[in-house]
């Protein structure tokens, strides 16, 4: 067991190392100068003024998706909706904000959090639902549900929620009062904080320490051998599904309410995506997640530092988080998909084709 969570550290170790070196290779053979960019990288996530706290705001957003991401993945479910999840979360919590505008912090809060996590599990649960009761490919409904969810945001930041001292060139929501911010403009608060810090414990504690967690566990490894077991893997399917979901509404909550003060059409557009990579990077652990966030919040603010001090665009940075992506995908979507294999294909009667294998045998074995 110590072996294996080894090898568990190592691998995504492993990968970043070697995507870091071919990037710095491939940056040194188009003439940049290798050196400079590897100080304006250490200048923009940590010892430049303000550096730190701009790799803390994008790795919050990060790590609360990525802890929900993990989870479904625990579970042999690929929930890549968590950019859309995180819109909707975002929406509803500042519906509650505007709706809250004159009332006391300390019953408008709570309630536009509440309202974020239960709005994104329901996002997730619908495409939760189209898999595990017509089986439906999550990957697929998932990912159209983000599209959905981007749509949904145009149109609130444009219509019912636009700001009216907006200039027409943007589509932008009203701001919550500011008594309601959990944060400034930086992100960067003892709030926000107790809020990664609860959403770590409560992950780590639900995947390890819960029987929850061990049946998760156990479906995403034989999904099969855990109904034979007893588990019912439908219910740990929408456990999982509404958790991811949960998440990344709490993640919009924390944009909308800390950092933002309001929304506008198509924020953070690469945000859940990058999620989904620090889950895999974090090995789909909750300590790992949070070491992954943190280093992939480092290169986000690092992407926006570098411009400045080098004459490496921003999408150089993007490069490097594009090939981290690339080989971690390469070598850890395989094992995922060893377990999606390994899972009962469910249909609407409650049957599965694993499942009904050993059935059909017999009877072709009466039947001859």
């Not at 999408?315 to 080989?327: E, F, N, Y």
């Given at each position: 067991?110590?072996?294996?969570?080894?090898?568990?550290?190592?691998?995504?170790?492993?990968?970043?190392?070697?995507?870091?070196?071919?990037?710095?290779?491939?940056?040194?053979?188009?003439?940049?100068?290798?050196?400079?960019?590897?100080?304006?990288?250490?200048?923009?996530?940590?010892?430049?003024?303000?550096?730190?706290?701009?790799?803390?705001?994008?790795?919050?957003?990060?790590?609360?998706?990525?802890?929900?991401?993990?989870?479904?993945?625990?579970?042999?479910?690929?929930?890549?909706?968590?950019?859309?999840?995180?819109?909707?979360?975002?929406?509803?919590?500042?519906?509650?904000?505007?709706?809250?505008?004159?009332?006391?912090?300390?019953?408008?809060?709570?309630?536009?959090?509440?309202?974020?996590?239960?709005?994104?599990?329901?996002?997730?649960?619908?495409?939760?639902?189209?898999?595990?009761?017509?089986?439906?490919?999550?990957?697929?409904?998932?990912?159209?549900?983000?599209?959905?969810?981007?749509?949904?945001?145009?149109?609130?930041?444009?219509?019912?929620?636009?700001?009216?001292?907006?200039?027409?060139?943007?589509?932008?929501?009203?701001?919550?009062?500011?008594?309601?911010?959990?944060?400034?403009?930086?992100?960067?608060?003892?709030?926000?904080?107790?809020?990664?810090?609860?959403?770590?414990?409560?992950?780590?504690?639900?995947?390890?320490?819960?029987?929850?967690?061990?049946?998760?566990?156990?479906?995403?490894?034989?999904?099969?051998?855990?109904?034979?077991?007893?588990?019912?893997?439908?219910?740990?399917?929408?456990?999982?599904?509404?958790?991811?979901?949960?998440?990344?509404?709490?993640?919009?909550?924390?944009?909308?309410?800390?950092?933002?003060?309001?929304?506008?059409?198509?924020?953070?557009?690469?945000?859940?995506?990058?999620?989904?990579?620090?889950?895999?990077?974090?090995?789909?652990g909750a300590l790992g997640v949070l070491l992954a966030a943190l280093f992939f919040g480092a290169l986000r603010a690092a992407s926006l530092y570098l411009p400045v001090v080098t004459n490496l665009p921003q999408s150089?940075?993007?490069?490097?988080?594009?090939?981290?992506?690339?080989?971690?995908?390469?070598?850890?979507?395989?094992?995922?998909?060893?377990?999606?294999?390994?899972?009962?294909?469910?249909?609407?009667?409650?049957?599965?084709?694993?499942?009904?294998?050993?059935?059909?045998?017999?009877?072709?074995?009466?039947?001859?």
């Amino acid at each position: 067991m110590i072996a294996g969570r080894v090898r568990g550290v190592l691998r995504p170790l492993s990968v970043v190392s070697i995507a870091i070196v071919l990037v710095l290779l491939i940056y040194g053979l188009l003439g940049y100068s290798v050196t400079a960019v590897v100080d304006g990288v250490l200048a923009g996530s940590v010892t430049s003024p303000s550096a730190a706290e701009q790799t803390l705001r994008w790795t919050v957003p990060l790590l609360l998706m990525g802890l929900g991401i993990a989870v479904a993945f625990k579970a042999g479910y690929f929930n890549v909706g968590a950019q859309g999840q995180m819109y909707v979360g975002a929406m509803a919590s500042l519906v509650v904000g505007l709706w809250g505008d004159g009332r006391a912090p300390v019953l408008v809060i709570p309630l536009a959090f509440v309202a974020a996590v239960l709005a994104g599990a329901v996002w997730s649960l619908a495409a939760g639902l189209l898999r595990l009761l017509l089986g439906a490919d999550e990957v697929v409904t998932s990912l159209m549900l983000n599209f959905v969810a981007v749509l949904l945001l145009q149109w609130s930041t444009s219509g019912p929620l636009k700001s009216r001292a907006g200039t027409g060139q943007a589509a932008t929501s009203e701001s919550i009062d500011a008594g309601y911010r959990i944060s400034t403009s930086t992100g960067v608060s003892v709030p926000i904080f107790v809020i990664c810090a609860a959403a770590v414990a409560v992950t780590a504690i639900l995947v390890n320490w819960t029987r929850t967690g061990l049946e998760i566990s156990l479906v995403g490894r034989n999904p099969v051998m855990a109904r034979w077991q007893g588990i019912n893997s439908t219910g740990v399917g929408l456990v999982v599904f509404g958790f991811s979901g949960g998440c990344a509404g709490l993640a919009g909550a924390v944009e909308a309410f800390g950092p933002a003060g309001s929304l506008r059409a198509g924020f953070s557009p690469q945000v859940g995506f990058m999620a989904v990579v620090v889950a895999l990077v974090g090995g789909l652990g909750a300590l790992g997640v949070l070491l992954a966030a943190l280093f992939f919040g480092a290169l986000r603010a690092a992407s926006l530092y570098l411009p400045v001090v080098t004459n490496l665009p921003q999408s150089g940075i993007d490069l490097l988080s594009g090939v981290i992506a690339l080989l971690i995908t390469a070598t850890g979507i395989p094992l995922l998909r060893r377990r999606r294999r390994r899972r009962r294909a469910p249909t609407a009667g409650g049957t599965s084709e694993v499942a009904d294998r050993p059935v059909a045998r017999r009877r072709e074995v009466v039947a001859r």
